[in-house]
């Protein structure tokens, strides 16, 4: 009498082939999921810091000093977490590494500027952020359109290269009104400066969610 042919065989095997690359992908994924809540902490934290720079801009009275320190500060703070958030974070498309460490390198360099100088003139300071705020929307306008335009990005990927090329086209334009403003006053430039963290702690603050989102998804 022959040995009884199991059925359950092949898709025992299936199954087991199946879990075993679940696992194998599963562990993959864990530090794509944890790198990418790490970025989304650090985004959420400059989205913070551009809010209250907004805040104070905006409704302090600030003289001409005050207005160097309190952009230097930002200036140094923001740029640090831009060059940080590439050493501590695989490439990833939605946030491209290049674009951050320069556009980092260059806040660095204005921060420390602003800071060293902060007795000039309104006119060197207004020229010292509307530089820094057109570089600076150059790169991240720049890396926002080749996101967009790279047919393999998943769409759900997309939102944060819209996000920010938006960061940049509002840099750009401050920037080319500040510089535009040769007579500007402190109040003046403030504002300007108000404005613009303030659209950029909105910026910045959307596109962690979005990119916890779409880790979460993956």
């Not at 059925?7 to 095997?13: A, D, I, V």
């Not at 801009?57 to 703070?77: E, K, N, P, Q």
């Not at 977490?81 to 460490?101: F, M």
């Not at 800071?115 to 300071?125: E, F």
Request: aromatic residues 4%; proline residues 4%.
């Amino acid at each position: 009498m022959g040995h009884p042919i199991s059925l359950l065989q092949p898709n025992s095997g299936s199954t087991r082939a199946d879990a075993g690359l679940s696992a194998v992908k599963a562990r993959r994924l864990q530090p794509d999921r944890r790198l990418g809540r790490q970025l989304s902490v650090v985004l959420g934290t400059r989205g913070a810091l551009a809010a209250l720079v907004a805040a104070l801009a905006l409704w302090s009275d600030l003289t001409l000093t005050g207005l160097a320190v309190l952009f230097g500060a930002y200036a140094l703070i923001d740029g640090g977490a831009r060059v940080a958030s590439t050493l501590t974070h695989e490439p990833d498309q939605g946030h491209p590494r290049w674009s951050c460490r320069l556009s980092g390198c260059a806040a660095l360099l204005a921060g420390l500027m602003a800071l060293v100088l902060p007795h000039g003139s309104p006119l060197t300071l207004a020229v010292l952020i509307g530089a820094w705020a057109i570089v600076t929307g150059l790169l991240e306008s720049t890396a926002g359109v080749l996101g967009l335009l790279d047919a393999a990005l998943p769409r759900r990927r997309r939102a944060g290269n819209w996000l920010l090329t938006i960061c940049g086209v509002v840099s750009i334009g401050t920037g080319l009104v500040i510089l535009a403003w040769p007579d500007a006053d402190a109040a003046r430039l403030a504002a300007a400066l108000g404005f613009y963290a303030a659209v950029t702690g909105i910026v910045l603050v959307a596109g962690a969610w979005h990119l916890r989102s779409a880790k979460s998804m993956t």
